[in-house]
């Protein structure tokens, strides 16, 4: 049995196609900007966890840093890397340990972006597991060679400090 054909994608629209046509793409790629995002901090969990320290430390710019409370900052992928290779998280993730990171807020601006959320370390206690850390996190990013990469990630334990809650804010 045929079937009909697609719609026209301009049917019934008003404007020229190529407004519309740009306006999708500038849709699509907004999109697409989103998901590379999400994706870049939601693999830091997993690699962290898993002890594959250059990968979780590859989500970062040359120059990029990590404000970790309680640990200072860190600078550059090598100095990322080396603070997971660090007897207390070789520690930790040798108990068990898990990095879970929540849904993001990203904002966009062209090629900078800045993506906020919470993040939870949890570990094995032997019969369970207790919540470790709990952190607000607001990370700031960069394409660059058509790649995202955090130039600045700030963590703040959520244990009522007004530093934590800011933020969270817009």
Same mark, same amino acid.
């Given at each position: 049995?045929?079937?009909?054909?697609?719609?026209?994608?301009?049917?019934?629209?008003?404007?020229?196609?190529?407004?519309?046509?740009?306006?999708?793409?500038?849709?699509?790629?907004?999109?697409?900007?989103?998901?590379?995002?999400?994706?870049?901090?939601?693999?830091?969990?997993?690699?962290?966890?898993?002890?594959?320290?250059?990968?979780?430390?590859?989500?970062?710019?040359?120059?990029?840093?990590y404000d970790i409370?309680?640990?200072?900052? &860190?600078?550059?992928?090598?100095?990322?890397?080396?603070?997971?290779?660090?007897?207390?998280? =070789? =520690?930790?993730?040798?108990?068990?340990?898990?990095? &879970?990171?929540?849904?993001?807020?990203?904002?966009?601006?062209?090629?900078?972006?800045?993506?906020?959320?919470?993040?939870? &370390?949890?570990?094995?206690?032997?019969?369970?597991?207790?919540?470790?850390?709990?952190?607000?996190?607001?990370?700031?990013? &960069?394409?660059?060679?058509? =790649?995202?990469?955090?130039?600045?990630?700030?963590?703040?334990?959520?244990n009522g400090a007004?530093?934590?809650?800011?933020?969270?804010?817009p």
């Amino acid at each position: 049995m045929p079937t009909d054909p697609p719609p026209d994608i301009d049917a019934g629209v008003a404007g020229p196609s190529e407004a519309r046509l740009a306006r999708l793409e500038a849709r699509v790629r907004d999109l697409e900007d989103r998901e590379a995002i999400r994706d870049l901090i939601a693999a830091y969990g997993p690699a962290a966890d898993s002890g594959d320290c250059a990968a979780a430390a590859a989500a970062w710019a040359a120059d990029g840093s990590y404000d970790i409370d309680g640990f200072g900052i &860190v600078e550059g992928p090598a100095g990322i890397a080396a603070i997971l290779e660090g007897a207390h998280h =070789q =520690q930790l993730i040798a108990g068990g340990a898990a990095h &879970v990171l929540s849904p993001l807020a990203i904002t966009l601006s062209g090629d900078t972006a800045t993506a906020v959320g919470y993040s939870c &370390v949890f570990r094995h206690t032997g019969d369970g597991f207790e919540a470790h850390r709990v952190a607000a996190n607001r990370s700031t990013l &960069v394409r660059a060679d058509g =790649q995202w990469r955090i130039a600045r990630r700030v963590n703040r334990l959520l244990n009522g400090a007004e530093a934590a809650r800011a933020l969270l804010r817009p």
